[in-house]
């Protein structure tokens, strides 16, 4: 064996592991936070309610012959208008919300209420999620009365459901009205992920969520906050 | 398709793990159908490697970060490409060493630039360096190698790769791995001669 075919000497090794452009800790999140608004600039649709509006328009191109231009380019912008706004949005979303003057004068609806008239962008990011989820509830009601539920509605729960609990999370004490919308998202959200696709009892189950939904006015309530939003 | 992690025992029918994490196969699909949480998991499963042997290469926390996004981002945009007769992380290494070494040579071709520009400086002005240390001529030793003999070094010696591995990273035979490991070491032991000496 030639000399070279030996590794070199054991401690020359360790000290060039230990110095030679040593890595240091991986900067995982703010290398994840680039690649994600690089997937995003490519328009690869990563947000569940991107992939809501995708399904939408796929179940509209199968059942409706032609759509109309103006619904298809609708769909394209608030598809763009989706990765945009939540990617600012939950960017930012831990930011605190704005105290002093505003809710040194009111009561306890005083920051939700600058909030609305001033929306920041996690509001705005809580709108565009409440309209995807607005759309998919009808996605779902549709699938109840087929008494089926597709593989792919369910799949698009769990990720809303996901993003309603980090909504949940960050939605400030001071906005009750916000919050209490997204509670009830999160329970029926949850219903539809523990219906069991598929089985005999999956009308039912799909039924009594639907039915609690109605209970709570959750679409009511939520075309009433996102119009209120759209006001401002 | 080759797994990197789980054997197929250790998953249930729907793609996951018993720990209820999805296996790679499933784990590509979902991110080819555009499932962020897909492209998440495959990221956590690859990133420290890809990142320590990209910094290992470029020496730089900054060029680091920009190669090792640049090289999952470019992985994830040719998912479609990933036939799956490699593992994913042999495919994934591929393009990170390829970024890492195209990004390098443009690195190189700036400052050589910008060192042409240095040189016109009077000669008055430049100040004697001081004898550099050990650990100092070890480092210019191994940055000297051309750049194809330093990273089988680096990927085999220091992070422990095994020649299969970089002949697949690097697109050459076995053999080539080989061969530009015995040629780093030759010239390593060539330049280190005295210092070797004084570490032995």
């Known amino acids: 064996m030639n000399a070279n075919d030996e590794p070199l000497d054991e401690e020359l090794l360790r000290r060039l592991k230990g110095s030679y452009n040593t890595p240091p800790e991986v900067p995982r999140e703010e290398m994840w936070a680039a690649i994600r608004a690089g997937l995003a600039e490519d328009g690869v649709e990563t947000s569940p309610e991107d992939r809501v509006v995708r399904l939408d328009e796929h179940r ?42 505003v809710a040194a004068t009111g009561g ?10 001033n929306p920041g962008p996690m509001r705005r990011a809580a709108a565009r999620h409440l309209q995807g989820t607005e759309t998919f509830l009808s996605l779902v009601k549709s699938d109840a009365r087929s008494g089926e539920l597709s593989p792919e509605v369910q799949r698009l729960a769990r990720g809303l ?34 219906v069991e696709a598929g089985s005999p009892g999956t009308e039912s189950e799909l039924n009594l969520a639907l039915d609690g939904m109605d209970r709570r006015e959750v679409l009511l309530r939520i075309r009433s906050w996102s119009g209120g939003m759209a006001g401002t | 398709m080759k797994k990197d992690r789980n054997p197929p025992f250790d998953r249930n029918e729907d793609g996951h793990d018993r720990d209820g994490s999805l296996d790679e196969e499933t784990l590509i699909r979902r991110a080819r159908d555009g499932d962020e949480r897909a492209y998440r998991e495959l990221y956590d499963a690859h990133v420290d490697r890809i990142y320590r042997l990209v910094h290992r ?13 640049e090289a999952f981002l470019r992985a994830f945009r040719r998912l479609d490409q990933f036939r799956g007769d490699a593992a994913f992380s042999t495919w994934l290494h591929s393009v990170a060493v390829s ?68 002949a697949a990273a690097m697109d050459v035979a076995v053999g080539t791995s080989k061969a530009r490991l015995f040629r780093a070491r030759e010239k390593l032991r060539e330049t280190l001669g005295e210092a070797m000496g004084e570490y032995v």
């Not at chain 1, 306890?108 to 008239?117: I, N």
């Not at chain 1, 609990?165 to 999160?186: I, V, W």
């Not at chain 2, 940055?143 to 591995?165: C, N, Q, S, W």
């Open chain 2, 99 to 166: 970024v890492a070494l195209n990004g390098l040579r443009k690195v190189d071709r700036r400052r050589e630039r910008e060192r042409g520009l240095d040189d016109v400086a009077p000669i008055a002005v430049r100040r004697s360096r001081p004898e550099p240390d050990l650990k100092d001529r070890l480092k210019a030793a191994v940055d000297a190698l051309p750049d194809i003999y330093r990273t089988v070094f680096l990927m085999h010696d220091l992070e422990g790769y095994k020649h299969k591995e970089i």
């Open chain 1, 161 to 194: 459901l996901t993003q309603t609990r980090l909504f949940l999370d960050a939605t400030p004490e001071g906005d009750p009205e916000l919050r209490r919308l997204m509670e009830d998202l999160e329970l029926v959200l949850a219903q539809v992920v523990s």
């Open chain 2, 57 to 69: 290469m470029a020496g730089e926390e900054e060029l680091a970060r920009d190669f090792t996004q």
């Open chain 1, 108 to 117: 306890s609806e005083a920051p939700a209420m600058a909030e609305r008239t």
């Open chain 1, 60 to 101: 509209r191109a199968r059942t409706t012959p032609k759509m109309p231009a103006r619904w298809g380019l609708w769909v394209t912008a608030a598809a763009a208008a989706a990765v945009l706004l939540l990617g600012v949005g939950l960017g930012r979303m831990t930011a605190p919300v704005p105290q002093g003057p």
